[in-house]
């Protein structure tokens, strides 16, 4: 195990799930240490092997077309979206959000060519709130979190578009416009299931309680009681 994994795992309790984050690019050593701290076994994954040894699996903000890419030259694209169709709970955030999606579309509602897991019933647009420098901050309501709004972080970060009828919402952003206009409310949290996708980064404000629920939706696919955190 990488020194990375042994920093994580040092605040992971006995017999708790064991999360994996795939971890060809983006946030990996900040989703691990949020999961030690939420009461998970987190491990890095890199390889199809390791999906069969693991309770559910997170992919991390980054650049999805990147990680995509990577993850097919990985082999891990198939094994990927065979185990979540099969029941394996997962956790996306801002590009995992875009990659777990059927459809991906670019800031001007184009089609976005990229590999895609096509597991959540959800069409997501890319770069949604403009470029690196619109990235922002702020406090939100997210249904199934309780403790108050949580602090999100925002960074070139895509909201879903549209979902299916299978698809609950669990939070909302009214952005405004480059005129200052406010704009109708863009679902940025949402849940299909096992399946859970966020827009923005809960692992950048150290606020476990957006992973806490993803550990809740994976006891209950393992018919156990939610592990308790930090």
Same mark, same amino acid.
């Given at each position: 195990?990488?020194?990375?994994?042994?920093?994580?795992?040092?605040?992971?309790?006995?017999?708790?799930?064991?999360?994996?984050?795939?971890?060809?690019?983006?946030?990996?050593?900040?989703?691990?240490?949020?999961?030690? &701290?939420? *009461?998970?076994?987190?491990?890095?994954?890199?390889?199809?092997?390791?999906?069969?040894?693991?309770?559910?699996?997170?992919?991390?903000?980054?650049?999805?077309?990147?990680?995509?890419?990577?993850?097919?030259?990985?082999?891990?694209?198939?094994?990927?979206?065979? &185990?979540?169709?099969?029941?394996?709970?997962?956790? *996306?955030?801002?590009?995992?959000?875009?990659?777990?999606?059927?459809?991906?579309?670019?800031?001007? *509602?184009?089609?976005?060519?990229?590999?895609?897991?096509?597991?959540? =019933?959800?069409?997501?647009? &890319?770069?949604? /709130?403009?470029?690196?420098?619109?990235? /922002?901050?702020?406090?939100? =309501?997210?249904?199934?979190?309780?403790?108050?709004?949580?602090?999100?972080? /925002?960074?070139?970060?895509?909201?879903?578009?549209?979902? *299916?009828?299978?698809?609950?919402?669990?939070?909302?952003?009214?952005?405004?416009?480059?005129?200052?206009?406010?704009?109708?409310?863009?679902?940025?949290?949402? &849940?299909?299931?096992?399946?859970?996708?966020?827009?923005?980064?809960?692992?950048?404000?150290?606020?476990?309680?957006?992973?806490?629920? /993803?550990?809740?939706?994976?006891?209950?696919?393992?018919?156990?009681?939610?592990?308790?955190?930090?």
């Amino acid at each position: 195990m990488t020194a990375v994994g042994r920093e994580a795992l040092a605040g992971a309790a006995d017999g708790a799930p064991r999360i994996g984050v795939l971890a060809l690019q983006g946030d990996v050593l900040e989703h691990l240490r949020v999961l030690a &701290r939420a *009461g998970a076994d987190p491990v890095p994954v890199k390889h199809a092997a390791q999906l069969d040894e693991v309770d559910g699996i997170l992919i991390p903000g980054g650049e999805s077309t990147t990680i995509g890419r990577l993850a097919t030259l990985y082999g891990l694209i198939d094994p990927l979206r065979e &185990r979540i169709g099969a029941g394996l709970p997962a956790f *996306g955030t801002c590009a995992g959000a875009i990659l777990l999606a059927a459809e991906a579309i670019g800031p001007d *509602g184009s089609p976005s060519p990229q590999p895609l897991l096509c597991c959540m =019933d959800t069409v997501v647009r &890319r770069n949604a /709130f403009g470029s690196q420098v619109d990235s /922002f901050e702020t406090d939100l =309501d997210v249904k199934g979190v309780d403790g108050g709004p949580m602090h999100a972080v /925002f960074i070139r970060a895509p909201w879903i578009e549209s979902a *299916g009828a299978g698809v609950e919402v669990l939070a909302t952003v009214k952005p405004i416009d480059r005129d200052g206009a406010p704009l109708d409310a863009k679902v940025v949290v949402a &849940r299909q299931g096992h399946i859970l996708a966020s827009a923005f980064h809960p692992e950048l404000a150290g606020d476990p309680r957006l992973h806490r629920l /993803f550990l809740e939706i994976v006891q209950v696919s393992r018919g156990q009681p939610a592990p308790t955190g930090k």
